[in-house]
């Protein structure tokens, strides 16, 4: 999920039709217990057959309350506040205060824990759920079983009297939950019972997203499509107002939360400031007691305060330089794109441009995604190796468009400066690359239909899986026989459910069947040497320049404690106080 990569996914759902297609694209992280399809864990387990536990068992809020004001600074507005009507980050921040889903993630980790379900198995195609009794959303009403289904019909049935219409729901809901749901019903007042068509690994996972959210019914039959301005949840803030013209949310806090530790400040206001260095200006002047979507230079200015702090963590995303095999026939030889992989400097690359807020790139998923293979090293600068594979292959003298964005992206903090080393590098051992900006929105059309040579792009995370990297970026979403016989390409414009992540149009068969086969094993002990062959054949075969690997980073103020940053599933606001 991104604030602006909404695009990129819903062109994949349009493309890749069917459960398997959408299915794939969500996922967990890696650690899960062993499952057979029948066995229980525990809430530590996020993939796998799994039955959860009892959540928050943390400081209550009459040992940990310390109230005011907390202000979160971001770099734009939310534009909406249903989660059904977005696939924005910026929603999500605000939203994931609001709302709570049947299972969350912990704060900081990937691992799952309870949350509106107490308890749930997983047996076979079965999820089974029991919730949590007690809950009452912000407008009064008891949460029931009747507003899980209610929520999940309103985003994906076009038959029911509550749907709110394609243009207004987002990709989310086949990617999340339709497509791979046969059926979901109540089991008494209090219990879920959900029908999938076909095991599906990640389930739980997809449970916990942001758009997994869980609204009241009432609300969505008073409402409707005004629930973008009027949120109703359960969550441990509720809505007050929003100032659009000054792009402010307020929220206070939900006194009546039913968790057993509740939020410590006593309201929360998010608002927006659209340049990253004014954003961590905001930060070190006491504007602001957290702010995100920070680059190598605003960090610096954090770094260099004593007012705030710099927080950071690996993160769960990778930048890349995918080569379109289905435009250029010099990308079809495995040996050219290899050499291209020899000739670029990715070291000096993370080093000298990123400056140190990312990490080389030997494959798709970083190191703490299950799946990671660590046999496999960064392609090395070898420009002279370059050169000779380059005249071997028959292509001395290669040139090509090297497609890049105009602004920053997480992934990739500095795409012009990165294209430009690129470009450098493979003038070196005569490779002639013309490079060809373009503003984001008009830059993901161009790429989705595959106008590119060569082009930048880059994934954050849904919910840590590898599937969610494998298979959403590199599966072609098409089945393995039509793939041409003796190809590991295929031509987008011949296939209706093409995946249109897939940028560098590869369709390696192997490659594909791993990928599959991974998606219906709940034994992580199954997965996991599947994922690992399946880097081993990237690496090999190299669709793409797999460049980096960034970090996530906040600033916070010294006045914040209680704050713990996080890959996905956040911010986690409520257990976060500030000193008075």
């Not at 979160?72 to 921040?93: H, I, M, P, W």
Request: net charge neutral; with cysteine.
């Amino acid at each position: 999920m991104a604030t602006d990569d909404s695009l990129k996914r819903r062109s994949f759902l349009k493309a890749a039709g069917g459960a398997t297609a959408a299915a794939t694209l969500a996922g967990c992280t890696g650690g899960g217990g062993e499952g057979d399809g029948t066995t229980t864990g525990t809430t530590e387990t996020t993939s796998g057959t799994t039955e959860g536990g009892e959540t928050d068992t943390t400081t209550t809020e009459e040992s940990g309350s310390s109230g005011g004001t907390l202000t979160y600074a971001r770099g734009a507005d939310s534009g909406t506040l249903d989660f059904q009507n977005t696939t924005s980050g910026e929603v999500a921040k605000v939203t994931n205060q609001i709302y709570d889903s049947l299972i969350e993630f912990k704060p900081g980790k990937t691992s799952l824990k309870a949350g509106l379900a107490t308890k749930w198995n997983v047996d076979g195609k079965t999820v089974s759920l029991t919730l949590r009794e007690g809950v009452k959303f912000h407008n009064g009403d008891e949460f029931t079983a009747k507003d899980f289904v209610a929520t999940y019909r309103r985003f994906v049935d076009e038959d029911y009297e509550h749907y709110p219409g394609k243009d207004y729901v987002s990709s989310y809901g086949p990617y999340s939950l339709g497509s791979w749901i046969k059926s979901v019903k109540k089991d008494g007042k209090y219990g879920v019972s959900i029908t999938l068509k076909q095991q599906y690994a990640p389930i739980l996972a997809n449970l916990a997203m942001f758009c997994s959210k869980v609204h009241s019914l009432k609300a969505i039959k008073k409402y409707g499509t005004d629930l973008k301005s009027n949120p109703v949840g359960t969550g441990p803030f509720k809505f007050e107002n929003w100032d659009q013209g000054n792009q402010r949310i307020r929220l206070s806090k939900n006194e009546e939360f039913w968790g057993e530790q509740n939020a410590k400040v006593g309201e929360v206001v998010f608002t927006a400031v659209g340049k990253n260095s004014t954003r961590a200006q905001t930060l070190v002047s006491g504007g602001a007691d957290i702010v995100d979507g920070l680059g190598a230079q605003s960090s610096k200015i954090i770094e260099g305060s004593n007012k705030a702090e710099l927080v950071s963590m690996p993160g769960i995303n990778v930048g890349y330089m995918a080569f379109n095999m289905a435009r250029v026939e010099a990308f079809r030889n495995k040996k050219v794109r290899q050499a291209i992989s020899y000739a670029i400097d990715t070291k000096s690359l993370v080093n000298t441009i990123f400056k140190g807020i990312a990490s080389q790139a030997s494959q798709p998923i970083p190191e703490s995604v299950m799946g990671y293979n660590p046999d496999l090293d960064p392609y090395g600068y070898k420009p002279d190796k370059a050169k000779k594979m380059l005249k071997e292959a028959g292509y001395d003298g290669l040139s090509f468009e090297l497609s890049i964005m105009k602004n920053p992206r997480p992934y990739l903090p500095s795409p012009r400066q990165a294209a430009q080393l690129i470009k450098s590098n493979l003038g070196d051992v005569g490779v002639t690359v013309e490079l060809n900006t373009m503003p984001w929105k008009a830059y993901l059309t161009y790429t989705e239909n595959y106008k590119h040579d060569a082009c930048f792009l880059g994934w954050m995370t849904d919910n840590g899986d590898p599937d969610n990297f494998y298979y959403a970026l590199l599966h072609p979403g098409i089945s393995r026989d039509a793939v041409p016989e003796g190809q590991d390409w295929a031509d987008p414009s011949k296939h209706d459910n093409f995946n249109t992540l897939d940028v560098a149009a590869w369709a390696n068969t192997e490659f594909m069947k791993l990928t599959e086969e991974a998606q219906t094993s709940y034994k992580t002990s199954e997965r996991k040497p599947k994922y690992q062959q399946a880097g081993k054949i990237f690496h090999e075969e190299q669709p793409w320049v797999a460049l980096d690997h960034t970090k996530t980073m906040r600033g916070v103020a010294k006045r914040v404690s209680g704050f713990e940053i996080a890959p996905i599933g956040g911010p986690f606001l409520k257990q976060v106080s500030l000193e008075k």
